[in-house]
């Protein structure tokens, strides 16, 4: 993704292939890609392979023999016999060659002759246990932790198994967000194949009103910024609320070219407005911190009233639509539509959507009971994903079956109620102070670090001079730690 100065510089162009334009859809890509471990060149990638291993469709139906072919990356350009094996987990995005040329699990390789593989997680980017028809309702009944983790165990056996030269090579995972939760799981599901594991920015804690997301979304704008920067958004999305009870957003929403049949007396076509605004915020935060000054300067130059201010931004973030030759669809049914789409197997929203409906939650509701939420003005309940849930995947996605999921992970892998020294002593978890997923996951103990002024999963590049003294030592502390166990 590039980002351009001047101006309300954090606004990204995206042209819409919908019938109405989809003002939703830019946020929710860029919040599930790939992440970003520095720059390559194609001389840099030019050792690393793409290769396929068949895997079963279901590892626990022993009368299901179906197959289908996981993508992964091998670089063995540093590879000694029996040196260690890394591997990058993928997670809910396509997997591509620049995690093996470049990053802190690279130089790792380098450092200890070791082998880099890159896997990718069934039902994401090429990887389709049912082709094209993968997306289907009936046909995702297989995309869930535990097939992902089988996968994983059977990809490190048969490596192990194929090559003599790493039949006695030690595994060392890395993960980041999501996947990073899956090497923390790992370590403990299948103890006798991992030696190791690094988690970046994991959540560990399954629970579906995950208020707490945008909590901290609001904390890091005035961490980085300053509290008049918070407020001004607070207030803004506060004049917003007040244009909906006196009957005025319609108004407002088609300076933006949107469309006339959004109504502002339902509440889910409410909250997918609400929820979509500040989905990018939420961008910004979690994936782009090191702009959270430049559009709060923006924003505070926009205008000396902060409601003016605001809306003024609104005109900039929704310029793309306001040129549309479609109109701009604020409703529910343009964010439920994204959920929605079988066929858009690059982007991994309906996939990763789908595991969060039966697994983990979640949600980033703003209805909690902290002044913090006010910035976004408690208008997307819970009840509002649960709806996005059933619309999505059938009358049977139920809150209830979701909170058995729920419950069925954090029994499964302990939530925070573990104890860190028997489970996870070959994990180390580091977090970054800004990013809304550390609340969820683990920050205290010997073997975790929380890195001030960062976000998620911006520690995965190399060691270099443009980060802080902090974040070097970090790194510096991971590759120590995971040192002793090869």
């Not at 620049?98 to 070791?114: C, I, K, P, R, W």
């Amino acid at each position: 993704m590039k980002w351009v100065c001047g101006g309300l510089s954090v606004i990204v162009s995206l042209s819409s292939i919908l019938a109405n334009y989809n003002p939703y859809k830019r946020d929710l890509d860029l919040l599930y890609q790939e992440p970003f471990s520095g720059p390559y060149t194609k001389n840099e990638v030019a050792s690393v392979e793409e290769l396929w291993l068949d895997q079963r469709v279901d590892h626990f139906d022993e009368n299901n023999n179906g197959t289908w072919k996981m993508r992964y990356f091998r670089n063995a350009k540093y590879h000694n016999p029996q040196g260690p094996i890394y591997i990058f987990v993928g997670g809910e995005w396509t997997i591509s060659p620049g995690l093996m040329s470049t990053g802190l699990t690279h130089d790792m390789a380098v450092e200890n002759s070791g082998m880099l593989f890159y896997t990718e997680h069934r039902y994401y980017g090429l990887s389709l246990p049912h082709g094209n028809k993968s997306l289907k309702v009936h046909q995702l009944k297989q995309l869930n932790l535990q097939q992902s983790l089988a996968d994983l165990a059977f990809f490190i056996r048969h490596q192990k198994s194929n090559n003599p030269e790493l039949k006695d090579s030690k595994v060392i995972l890395v993960g980041g967000s999501y996947s990073g939760s899956m090497v923390t799981w790992m370590t403990q599901r299948y103890p006798d194949l991992i030696a190791a594991s690094w988690a970046s920015s994991a959540p560990l804690l399954a629970k579906a009103d995950f208020y707490e997301y945008m909590d901290m979304v609001s904390s890091s704008v005035q961490l980085s910024y300053g509290q008049n920067c918070s407020q001004r958004i607070s207030r803004g999305f506060e004049y917003l609320v007040k244009l909906f009870h006196e009957n005025n957003i319609r108004t407002l929403l088609s300076k933006f070219n949107g469309c006339k049949d959004y109504d502002p007396k339902n509440p889910l076509d409410r909250a997918a407005f609400f929820n979509g605004l500040g989905n990018y915020f939420a961008l910004i935060v979690q994936s782009y911190s090191a702009y959270i000054p430049r559009l709060c300067e923006s924003l505070m130059s926009l205008d000396a009233s902060d409601e003016v201010a605001f809306i003024k931004f609104l005109e900039l973030l929704y310029s793309e639509g306001r040129r549309s030759t479609a109109c701009q669809d604020f409703g529910y049914s343009s964010m439920l539509q994204l959920f929605s789409e079988e066929d858009d197997h690059g982007s991994g929203t309906r996939a990763w959507f789908y595991q969060t409906c039966n697994e983990f939650g979640w949600y980033t509701t703003t209805q909690s009971k902290s002044s913090l939420s006010a910035a976004f003005a408690k208008q997307v309940p819970l009840s509002y994903f649960e709806k996005l849930c059933q619309d999505a995947f059938g009358p049977e996605q139920t809150p209830q079956k979701l909170a058995r999921g729920i419950r069925q992970t954090n029994l499964e892998f302990g939530g925070f109620g573990f104890n860190h020294s028997e489970r996870y002593a070959q994990v180390i978890f580091t977090h970054g102070q800004l990013d809304p997923w550390r609340a969820l996951g683990q920050q205290t103990g010997s073997q975790a670090i929380v890195l001030t002024g960062y976000s998620h999963v911006e520690d995965l590049a190399s060691i270099r001079i443009t980060d802080s003294v902090q974040m070097n030592l970090a790194k510096l502390r991971v590759m120590s730690f995971l040192r002793r166990h090869v």
